[in-house]
């Protein structure tokens, strides 16, 4: 089945404790982002890559590492994580190209006290 | 990417067709119209994508208006596992990649 799979769907840590969130698609998808959803500020792009190698930040990438290393994978590495990175994180790829839709994960619910 | 405006909330029975609208009056040339569904707090899921012509597939149909400032996304027998929040996006290529503007979306909610 194709989807895009996040890891894990649930975590809990502490201030300054690193981290990372895993996403792996296999559709062979070029194309891979990070969004955060919080409640009145919508869904936001963190980082993207647009293939193996090449990542950018999107409108939040303060706090985030990414990297690409192959291309299925996608994961999302928090050095030193604070409180206000407490979120619902989602992955999604697509195809390169306007008439390619993006397929997302089930997200990962990430809380830091 | 174009500006979208939704209605904030939105009914409908169970059975009946949902009609959810959608402007896009600054959309450009080379834009498509894309709709997502968010159920709870699950990953956002693809429903139906268009530019210029009327789409159908399995879960819905999209009209697009001849100039193309607004769409309709119809769902034709609305269930209550229909609801959800919808999302009307359009998207273009740009130089953050292929972010997806959100916004706020229509909260559907189909009643018994």
């Keep these: 089945e194709a989807q895009v799979t996040q890891n894990p769907r649930y975590l809990i840590t502490v201030t300054g404790k690193k981290l990372t969130v895993t996403c792996s698609q296999n559709m062979n998808h070029e194309y891979m982002s990070w969004y955060r959803q919080d409640p009145g500020l919508g869904l936001r792009q963190i980082y993207y890559s647009m293939n193996v190698e090449v990542t950018d930040k999107g409108d939040v990438p303060e706090g985030y590492k990414v990297s690409r290393k192959e291309k299925r994978n996608f994961p999302l590495i928090l050095e030193s994580p604070s409180p206000n990175q407490t979120s619902l994180y989602f992955c999604a790829s697509s195809f390169l190209g306007d008439n390619s839709p993006l397929h997302f994960g089930n997200g990962t619910r990430l809380t830091v006290t | ?112």
Aim: glycine share 6%; charged share 15%.
């Design chain 2, 1 to 112: 990417d174009a500006k979208t405006t939704q209605p904030p909330s939105m009914d409908c029975a169970e059975g009946r067709a949902a009609n959810l609208p959608c402007n896009h009056s600054t959309i450009s040339g080379n834009e498509y119209v894309y709709w997502y569904r968010q159920i709870h707090s699950q990953g956002p899921q693809y429903i139906i994508h268009g530019l210029k012509n009327n789409e159908t597939n399995e879960m819905a149909s999209l009209i697009i208006t001849e100039d193309r400032k607004s769409s309709t996304l119809i769902l034709p027998h609305a269930t209550l596992r229909d609801t959800a929040v919808y999302y009307c996006i359009v998207r273009a290529i740009s130089k953050s990649g292929y972010a997806l503007n959100f916004g706020k979306g229509t909260s559907l909610l189909v009643t018994p």
